[in-house]
């Protein structure tokens, strides 16, 4: 069983830096691929970042490439998104989620979410 909270969401202008903290309970963190997804009002959710459990394979949504990065600290459970150069359009609530099924498996588990909002 994994747990997940996110921490860092807030109101930024546009142009801005946010980084977004995803901290994990549970033994099997340093084994589990993990990933950032997000969902604007009235849209559905999608996929933003995702990085393995080794920190060797990352992947982007294309709308973010170049602007967001991913990152994981296995000794302290924590994964991040750093999100930088930020749009209106970034505007979301951000979720962390964990898999252990492999690089392709479904996501198993999920974190509460942390509202980004990015003002023009």
């Known amino acids: 069983q994994v747990q997940l909270v996110e921490s860092g969401g807030g109101l930024v202008q546009a142009g801005g830096s946010l980084r977004l903290s995803c901290a994990a309970s549970?033994?099997?963190?340093?084994?589990?691929?993990m990933g950032w997804f997000r969902q604007a009002p009235g849209k559905e959710r999608e996929f933003v970042a995702a990085?393995?459990?080794?920190?060797?394979?990352?992947n982007y949504v294309d709308s973010v490439k170049g602007r967001f990065t991913i990152s994981r600290d296995n000794a302290k459970n924590t994964v991040y998104l750093q999100m930088n150069s930020l749009k209106p359009e970034d505007t979301a609530v951000y979720y962390c989620?964990?898999?252990?099924?492999?690089?392709?498996?479904?996501?198993?588990?999920w974190g509460q979410g942390t509202q980004v909002t990015v003002s023009s």
């Open positions: 549970g033994r099997t963190f340093s084994s589990s691929d």
């Open positions: 990085l393995s459990w080794s920190g060797g394979r990352t």
């Open positions: 989620a964990a898999k252990k099924g492999g690089w392709f498996g479904a996501y198993d588990y």
